[in-house]
């Protein structure tokens, strides 16, 4: 007999307890802020819970302000990357870690 939520089989389970890095990840998500709608798809599907709301101090003309990734927590699992690319805008690049310290000037360990 199936059960009642058979049908959630192709969503990941959530982890009981967010976990940190483990070691420095290959790649960093980057959001596109420009191209972000703020519809926080992507927040509840991370497994280190390292992506938030921009603050509100950041963009005082928009409605619904867009997400960010804490970098210095960032694993680059590239979850947040699938889950945006096809649920919404395809707002979050992943970028390899090199390029991304270069780029921002940001030592990632």
Known sequence: MAKKFDHYKGIPDLPEKPRGKRSRPKVMAVVD????????????????????????????DTPIPPVQVRWNECIGCQICHKVCKKLTWDSIRMIPTD???EKYNIKID
């Open 99 to 101: 390029v991304f310290e």
């Open 33 to 60: 802020e420009d191209n972000c709608t703020g519809c926080k798809a992507c927040v509840p599907f991370c497994p280190v819970d390292c992506i938030e709301t921009v603050s509100s101090d950041k963009y005082d």
